[in-house]
């Protein structure tokens, strides 16, 4: 451990030529200094982004201060949701910050300070991630591809470093819907009929130039150098000129095998079919399959994919029916995965809604977050689609693709420790947690004496020495010394929605 200068992600050259033997060993000594790696990455990838966020927040803060919140200029809320907007965070989780922000502070003596708006900044981002920002969480696994794909194969390799098994997502074969984890067959799941060995299958699915033939040449460079896996990737994308010819590059930049289709094996089915024989009688551990990102319209496309799902529910069948007929194995794919331009999340999102109805996505892969000032969306496209980030490609190279890990990330965004680029520790991101649980402790005692104190029919309104804490403007101006049982309080999120946003949101009350 320890070297991981030569590879820092700054110096990383853009391509990498994954063939030779000294890459492969370097691999494995730098295992251990993938936590940091991981961390790293994310400071890099999401500078752009960072940058503008951070700035936004200061403007904030500044105007607490520097007499421009309150009644004339905008307030720190305000100014908030514009750069929460801005990063491309989504409205949703804008209005999410700001209510839990008014409700926080609402009859409280205090007025926020810097570290307080991180705290709440960085639970509702990883709420909005499907992620809950506890404190007593184990430290995240960095390096989840290798972990889970090595305890459910026979591989003896990626022993010695970050081992993770038994971490909240890492656990048995779960993976799946709302697991960060990339899932894998178990040596105890029933082999598909002929089967010798497990054989797990991703199906991959992308529209064109999101970066989908990169990202599955990463990910297999990953599965077979951290976990040893033997890999074979099926160029189904036989519509896009040029798919096939690069995806073939990519699996000998990688050091896999590529199954291609023939001159009478040339639909996107067919060559799957090949690819599931080929897996299974070849003794491989994954499949990796490319499909098409672009047919004559999008329901075609639709059509296209659902048919090669049902492909491989029937070819990794496990069992016979009555009539001695395969039944099809719902269980497979192992994953199905989006591949998503993080600066394009928005447009991407229609067709995604329509795949995820029609197929089942299992999770999403976000790429170019190294590119582009809107990693925010990050967050905006995981709440809508209600699908975990599972990966995050940070770059053009061979190992630009990192497990998303929700805290990494969220620091990343926001300056906190290693991820935000700081040389701090990552305690920097739990001490941001356990203020946040502070906040939201002592929001709940107040709330204790309100339920109290008040009639179930009092209007919501905030009575302390006879001023009212103006919503928004959380300069408050409730006295410092504030005996809470003189006072009357009320529970209700005070306040409307700041500057005519839809005020639907009210009743999603930041209690938990
Ligand atoms: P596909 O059409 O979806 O298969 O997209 P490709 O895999 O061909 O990628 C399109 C372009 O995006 C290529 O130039 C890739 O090098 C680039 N690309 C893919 N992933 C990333 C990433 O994470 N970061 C950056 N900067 N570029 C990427």
């Known amino acids: 451990g320890g070297g991981?200068?030569?590879?820092?992600?700054?110096?990383?050259?853009?391509?990498?030529?994954?063939?030779?033997?000294?890459?492969?060993?370097?691999?494995?000594?730098?295992?251990?200094?993938?936590?940091?790696?991981?961390?790293?990455?994310?400071?890099?990838?999401?500078?752009?982004?960072?940058?503008?966020?951070?700035?936004?927040?200061?403007?904030?803060?500044?105007?607490?201060?520097?007499?421009?919140?309150?009644?004339?200029?905008?307030?720190?809320?305000?100014?908030?949701?514009?750069?929460?907007?801005?990063?491309?965070?989504g409205l949703a989780t804008t209005e999410d910050v700001l209510s839990e922000a008014r409700f926080l502070r609402e009859e409280s003596t205090e007025i926020f300070g810097r570290d307080d708006v991180r705290a709440l900044l960085r639970g509702k981002l990883l709420e909005a991630l499907g992620a809950s920002a506890g404190e007593g969480r184990a430290s995240c696994d960095y390096v989840r591809v290798r972990a889970r794909a090595g305890s459910a194969g026979a591989s003896s390799s990626g022993g010695g470093s970050g081992g993770v098994e038994g971490t909240e997502e890492g656990d048995g074969v779960g993976g799946g819907?709302?697991?960060?984890?990339?899932?894998?067959?178990?040596?105890?799941?029933?082999?598909?009929?002929?089967?010798?060995?497990?054989?797990?299958?991703?199906?991959?699915?992308g529209a064109n130039g999101m970066g989908k033939t990169t990202t599955i040449g990463k990910l297999a460079y990953r599965l077979r150098n951290e976990a040893g896996k033997r890999v074979l990737l099926a160029a189904c994308d036989t519509f896009r000129a040029g798919a096939v010819a690069q995806l073939e590059q990519w699996a000998s930049r990688s050091g896999v095998d590529c199954h291609s289709p023939s001159e009478n094996t040339n639909g996107p089915s067919a060559v799957l079919y090949g690819a599931l024989d080929r897996a299974i009688d070849g003794g491989y551990d994954v499949l990796l399959v490319d499909t098409s990102g672009r047919l004559s319209n999008n329901d075609a496309?639709?059509?296209?994919?659902?048919?090669?799902?049902?492909?491989?529910?029937?070819?990794?069948?496990?069992?016979?029916?009555?009539?001695?007929?395969?039944?099809?194995?719902?269980?497979?794919?192992?994953?199905?995965?989006?591949?998503?331009?993080?600066?394009?999340?928005?447009?991407?999102?229609?067709?995604?809604?329509?795949?995820?109805?029609?197929?089942?996505?299992?999770?999403?892969?976000?790429?170019?977050?190294d590119g582009s000032a809107k990693g925010g969306s990050v967050v905006a496209v995981s709440r809508e689609l209600g699908l975990p980030v599972k990966l995050v490609g940070v770059g053009e190279?061979?190992?630009?693709?990192?497990?998303?890990?929700?805290?990494?990330?969220?620091?990343?965004?926001?300056g906190i420790g290693i991820a935000g680029g700081g040389t701090t520790t990552k305690s920097e991101g739990k001490a941001l947690a356990s203020r946040l649980n502070q906040m939201r402790k002592e929001r709940n005692?107040?709330?204790?004496?309100?339920?109290?104190?008040?009639?179930?029919?009092?209007?919501?309104?905030?009575?302390?020495?006879g001023k009212m804490a103006i919503p928004g403007n959380l300069d408050s101006t409730v006295p410092e010394n504030l005996n809470t049982n003189d006072v009357e309080f009320a529970v209700s999120v005070g306040g409307g929605v700041a500057r005519g946003k839809p005020k639907n949101k009210k009743k999603k009350k930041g209690k938990r």
């Open 177 to 205: 819907r709302g697991s960060f984890a990339l899932r894998f067959a178990g040596e105890g799941d029933a082999r598909p009929i002929s089967a010798s060995r497990p054989l797990t299958v991703y199906l991959v699915m």
């Open 445 to 465: 005692e107040r709330a204790k004496v309100t339920v109290k104190k008040v009639q179930a029919s009092s209007p919501p309104k905030i009575v302390a020495g």
């Open 301 to 369: 496309l639709t059509a296209e994919l659902v048919k090669m799902k049902r492909v491989i529910q029937k070819r990794m069948s496990t069992k016979f029916d009555e009539n001695i007929k395969p039944v099809p194995n719902a269980d497979v794919p192992h994953e199905t995965l989006l591949v998503i331009d993080a600066a394009q999340g928005r447009i991407a999102l229609d067709s995604a809604k329509q795949w995820d109805k029609e197929l089942g996505l299992t999770g999403l892969i976000l790429t170019k977050l």
């Open 397 to 414: 190279g061979i190992e630009d693709l990192k497990d998303f890990d929700p805290e990494s990330f969220v620091d990343g965004l926001l």
């Open 4 to 89: 991981g200068r030569p590879y820092s992600s700054k110096c990383r050259p853009r391509y990498r030529d994954g063939t030779s033997l000294g890459m492969v060993f370097d691999f494995f000594k730098k295992a251990s200094t993938d936590a940091s790696e991981q961390m790293s990455a994310f400071a890099t990838g999401l500078a752009k982004t960072r940058n503008q966020l951070l700035y936004g927040l200061e403007d904030s803060l500044a105007s607490l201060y520097d007499g421009r919140g309150g009644a004339g200029g905008g307030n720190l809320l305000d100014k908030l949701e514009d750069t929460l907007l801005q990063a491309d965070i």
